[in-house]
Nanobody
Framework: QVQLVESGGGLVQPGGSLRLSCAAS????????MGWYRQAPGKQRELVAT???????NYADSVKGRFAISRDNAKNTVYLQMNGLKPGDTAVYYC?????????????WGQGTQVTVSS
């Protein structure tokens, strides 16, 4: 059984910062890509940022220069440092991972953490 557990969401004022964390646990052999997606009310889930096991990153245009994704392979953990937050960043943020476990290769999601940017 594989689990992704997110933490670090909350309420922040415009221009503020938050750091999200997501730890993968369970019977995991290898983690390929880890990433963050978000879903605002009434909108589709969208990619925020991804990072490969080798450290190659990819960002949505809307967050480039403000957000930074990183990972600690020894801890099976991915982070999202969010700076210069805007009200448009308000959404539920989901952790995602493509990994290989005892059940084979699969795509896993966390339960989501709410980020609200408001004055």
């Amino acid at each position: 059984q594989v689990q992704l557990v997110e933490s670090g969401g909350g309420l922040v004022q415009p221009g503020g910062s938050l750091r999200l964390s997501c730890a993968a646990s369970g019977s995991i052999f290898s983690i390929y890509t880890m990433g963050w997606y978000r879903q605002a009310p009434g909108k589709q889930r969208e990619l925020v940022a991804t990072i490969t096991s080798g450290g190659t990153t990819n960002y949505a245009d809307s967050v480039k220069g403000r957000f930074a994704i990183s990972r600690d392979n020894a801890k099976n953990t991915v982070y999202l440092q969010m700076n210069g937050l805007k009200p448009g960043d308000t959404a539920v943020y989901y952790c995602n991972s493509l990994l290989a476990g005892v059940a084979g290769r699969g795509n896993y999601w966390g339960q989501g953490t709410q980020v609200t940017v408001s004055s």
